[in-house]
């Protein structure tokens, strides 16, 4: 549903829009991901500079940055609509966030490996009528809406969209996540080894 259809319905609405490439131009309608918003803006090139092999700047820059760039440009439009009570578009592209990467490339700092530690403080389980689903915990924690996951992950290419773990509507509020036990044992099993 377009941006026009949800203002015509409620024109007090804030629609978010994202992409890989940005809205106008020949590569609008391409789809994209992480990888290759940092490839084809030369942050990955810049990133791999010095290195002995190609790299792709960690922890997903263009997905999480752009994500952040979103939420923020909602927190905007929100405010604006509190003067002319009107809703807003706000557009955010990966490609653009990795070319705002771009200018902090000249950076020093150095980049420490993620460790089985760092796997146990931020994975977190969640149990789905599919199996264990372990992943990342969320950032921002809220008392009324737990986050969670609700489809599975899917091969580049496909879509899964009408594929859910569970009746969203009736489990989220039961939903828990807890530290992950897959690196929680594998940690205990290496620091076994390393004791001997």
């Known amino acids: 549903m377009t941006a026009e259809a949800l ?5 007090g609405l804030v629609v978010v829009e994202a992409n890989c490439y940005g809205f106008t131009g020949p590569w609008a309608r391409r789809r994209g991901w992480e990888q290759l918003a940092q490839s084809v803006t030369g942050l990955a090139h810049a990133h791999s500079n010095g290195r002995p092999k190609p790299s792709l700047v960690p922890s997903y820059f263009s997905d999480y940055g752009t994500g952040c760039l979103g939420a923020i440009g909602a927190l905007a439009a929100l405010e604006k609509r509190l003067i002319n009570g009107w809703g807003c578009r706000v557009r955010v592209a990966l490609a ?4 705002l990467g771009l200018q902090y490339c000249e950076s020093s700092e150095t980049a420490e490996p ?28 809220l008392d009324r809406t737990p986050p969670y996951a609700r489809t599975p992950a899917s091969f580049p290419g496909t879509a899964s969209l009408n594929v859910a773990w ?14 992950t036990r897959i690196f929680r044992e594998g940690l205990a099993h290496w620091r076994g080894h390393q004791e001997l």
């Open 7 to 11: 203002w015509n319905v409620n024109p």
């Open 96 to 99: 653009r966030t990795a070319m």
């Open 114 to 141: 993620i460790g089985a530690e760092d796997m146990e403080r931020y994975l977190v389980d969640q149990e789905s009528s599919h199996g264990l689903l372990t992943r990342v915990a969320p950032v921002a924690r």
């Open 166 to 179: 569970d009746d969203a509507a009736e489990t989220v509020q039961h939903v828990t996540h807890t530290p």
